[in-house]
């Protein structure tokens, strides 16, 4: 009995104190990544009109799905009030299918409406997703955030000119 627990604990030692031989990731040559040129989003939504009139306008919706997802995607409209589309509901895209998918709505309204048409597309899986919406403005432009305005006077430092200051203003409530 004694030899047998002699043996046991020679034989716990050794595997405690052996070191597993270390591994050293490979290294793999990675490509210059240009995200202008390169990356992608893997699903675009476009929309464009492709005709309009005082009361109505027909729009194009273009679905470019680059890979396959988990669940379809499914696309709806957001209406603003007083528009109707044709048709009211848009096709959703198979989970497996990729490639360009193009739909027209025709619209109907009887004077343009002040808000956005919305194209919603959605895809939502347990670990992943993808979610846009893309407006349609009726033809008003984008609207614009608010430049700072620069002041006339540069700013130098040690001589060297640093450029126009902005003047910036505390929050609305500050009291600072």
Partial sequence: MRRFSLVGILVLWSCQTQQPAESKPTPVAVPAVHPERDV???????VRATGESEHGAS???TITKLVALEHPLALTLRLPSGVDATPAVLTAIGEKETGHFVQTLQLTYGAKPASDLVVVADS??????????VPYRFGRPVPTVPQPVRSPDTVKMGGIPLGQPVELTPPAGNSK
């Fill in 59 to 61: 729009l194009e919706v």
């Fill in 124 to 133: 939502q899986g347990k670990a992943s997703g993808y979610h846009a919406e």
């Fill in 40 to 46: 992608e989003s893997p699903i675009q939504v476009t």
